[in-house]
DNA sequence: CTGAAAGCGCTTACAG
DNA sequence: CTGAAAGCGCTTACAG
């Protein structure tokens, strides 16, 4: 048995193809009374449009894609939940790719578009095309500058870390510590440990950091070595959750208490590391990021200017685990 | 200026688009010389596929749905990680719906089987629609009973619990708590209070359960009023990872030891908790679900038969916060 | 306000 | 082994 096609509608309600598609399209130039009663056509018929004919005939699929390297890590998950958010707003579909550090998973978004498989696509990930690949694709890119001119969305890594570590400072703190994971390809996000280094140059404190390319799910090394260098700190700030995570939870086997013995700030604190998770943290407004990327992905694919660098202002969440209120 | 299509490669190769399409698809009827040519021709106009134009044509997208409550949760999380690799080994893309217990998503997902713009998709979520709109809909339901005959895939939730308890008992405790998030909606997931139920009454034990239906996020205040109605636990079990991870912080922060003052074993130790994670767990074996899932899936949307039930054996992963090795 | 027709880019029996 | 042709289901100028 056939499918109910646009052709059934047309012959049943008595007008022709083109109407229904308007009626289908919500054309305002179709007459009350057409549209009421190829509705009730379509009602009857249980019609349904194939939306493969649509995106032959119009060339765009209404779908966006949206590349991570992972998706079981809070940044990523609060940042693709977020984004559906704004595509479903906008009528669109969310296709989901995780690069899993594989460099030829991220070919195959190049090659999705130009299949019309999608009209674009965001990357939270490192991506090491040339200029020349990149070329006509609609792209945004989170934290990473890429080449061409891929618009780029970020927070403001340097400025929120330096008010983060004067914050230490104006409590008296004078050990301040520094420790995270260094991405492997140059991003935004080391923008925040040059604001540790420039910070810990202008008040002339001692160097406290670690900061190396170690892999998710690897930090507890990482912060092991950190704490055991440096025994003595009065403060320290996390480049990120998983890593402020794991420096609380250590800290705390070892009979530390947060703020009064160490204070720690982490960047990115997004909601669900534990329940209750009580770190201090600079919160990036991941909601607000994806709300611009997706509307400067939108312009891309309809071919309007856009702005090529957006820094998202972020908020300083204090009380629990620094001295500042 | 026009795209190129498979006429321009048809045109130039000096074959017709029949014999160019089958070169595309791999077809073994076209002679080696004839697909060596095409192939040439192909890379020079830089030719790429229409899919828009196959899959009306097939009317098959290569395209499925994950639907997930939220995304931001390790189980559903490794979930999806693991569902998109074993989608993309089959060629397929991953589309991701979070329904964010918004019960008008879940009815998109039928729509969009409806349009051909999937072909079927896996739930890892209540729904509650009727048989009726389910009906020649190609879908797998994770860990609960849809109506119809969706097929189910589940872990040995009554099983694995069972087991878990009787390690506590084996190494002498007696007064065994159990806390955990009661699903909204009747699932597979209850079998795990189930199993509690039953060991207590077999044993002869007291009954020290919290299982109460709690919002993802919100499971601190559960986790602390089980804490003070019971303070004095030799063990418990706990239903999900982050409800176990709530009970560890706050026992620690209480000053009690794992294992020696109190047993720990959580269902669902998925690794992201916090790098390091130490607490002790049942393991669903989550790529196997998701391979069985996918599969099932391919059966039905390839009209096959498919196992109705199918139930994913589990791991006992010990020697942290609990007494056995 | 509406219809007839062209065409988006592909695949697949069918015939040879 | 290959070609010609029909057709998947839609949208959109164009004409009236």
New binding site residues.
Partial sequence: M??V???DV?TKS?????????V??G?????????EKILKTIDELH????V???R????HSGVIAIMVPIINHPFFAEFVEALEEEANQAGCSLLLITSQMNKEKEGEILLKIKQHEIDGAIFVTHYEHDEKELEGCPLVSIDRHLPGNVPLVTSDNYGSTMKALETFYAHGARRIGFVGTKPTVESEVSQRKKAYDDFIAEKNLPDLSKWEDVSHGQETKLVEAFLKEHPDLDAVFASNIMVAATVYALSIQNGKRFPEDLELISYDGTSQIWSGNPIDCVRQDIRLMAKIAFSTLQDLIEERECQPINIIPTTLILGKTSKAK
Same sequence: chains 1, 2.
């Avoid at 008595?14 to 308007?22: K, L, M």
């Avoid at 019609?47 to 194939?50: A, F, G, I, S, T």
């Fill in positions: 056939r499918e096609s646009i052709k047309a008595g007008y022709g193809v083109g109407t229904v598609s308007r289908l399209s054309d305002k130039s179709v007459k009350d009374s057409t549209r019609y349904v449009r194939n493969n004919g649509a032959l005939r119009t060339k």
